[in-house]
């Protein structure tokens, strides 16, 4: 089954207004990885998250990892237009070299 | 090349069928994997190589999917008796080593199979 939980499935917003979406893992993560994917496109990274309660910024996206390492999130300050689509989650899991599983996303739409 | 390259872009086939999807990784990446993308879904896994290690194949829905890496490189996913609920995006990508080596996954643009 799905190790990698991202809530919320859809979230609706008002240009100009904040976005966060939230991912929870079964296990304990090396490292969590976001996507973003644009309708019609294909995934594309955004970020890696590596050490216990780390925090990384790019311009209006905040991305933190739990202190616990099962957890993570995205926040986008200010949403635009340009900021539609699909955010994702991944993580490691089984194997040594680790296979890459993805949560189900969070559908971000932008209302101008 | 540049990036991933997966071939066909579209597929249409009749239920019953076998389609054969491609995909060419980046050169030197050692991990490939295979997604599904059913329409407004998210990526459902299906298989993953690495290196010279045996697949993960835990993914693969039933046994009418399989896939194979030649050479350490070009990877061919099939599905026999093409069913209507196969009908989805296959999404391949591929990175320098396995998700626990700390390298980003590259997709290709994926390819569109419906079966009717």
């Known amino acids: 089954g799905q190790q990698v939980m991202q809530i919320p499935q859809y979230q609706h917003v008002q240009e100009g207004e904040d976005f966060t979406t939230y991912c929870n893992s079964s296990?304990?993560?090396?490292?969590i990885q976001w996507y973003k994917q644009r309708p019609g496109g294909h995934p594309v990274f955004l970020i890696q998250?590596?050490?216990?309660?780390e925090v990384k910024k790019q311009k209006r996206l905040t991305f933190q990892f739990g202190e616990a390492k099962k957890n993570s999130s995205l926040h986008i300050t200010a949403t635009q237009t340009t900021d539609v689509g699909t955010y994702f989650c991944?993580?490691?899991?089984?194997?040594?070299?680790?296979?890459?599983?993805f949560g189900k996303g969070t559908k971000l739409s932008v209302k101008p | 090349g540049a990036g991933v390259s997966q071939s066909p872009s579209n597929k249409v086939t009749e239920k019953g069928k076998d389609v054969e999807l491609r995909c060419d990784p980046i050169?030197?990446?050692?991990?490939l994997y295979w997604y599904r993308q059913s329409l407004g879904q998210g990526l459902e896994f299906l298989i993953y190589f690495q290196g010279n290690s045996a697949p993960d194949k835990s993914g693969l829905p039933s046994d009418r999917f399989s896939a194979e890496r030649t050479g350490g490189s070009v990877s061919t996913l099939t599905i026999q008796r093409t069913q209507q609920e196969d009908s989805a995006v296959y999404l391949c990508a591929s990175s320098l080593r396995g998700a626990r080596g700390y390298t980003e996954a590259f997709f290709g643009q994926g390819t569109r199979l419906t079966v009717v």
């Open positions: 991944a993580g490691p899991y089984g194997g040594s070299q680790g296979n890459l599983i």
């Open positions: 296990t304990t993560l090396s490292n």
């Open positions: 050169s030197g990446h050692t991990a």
């Open positions: 998250l590596v050490k216990s309660g």
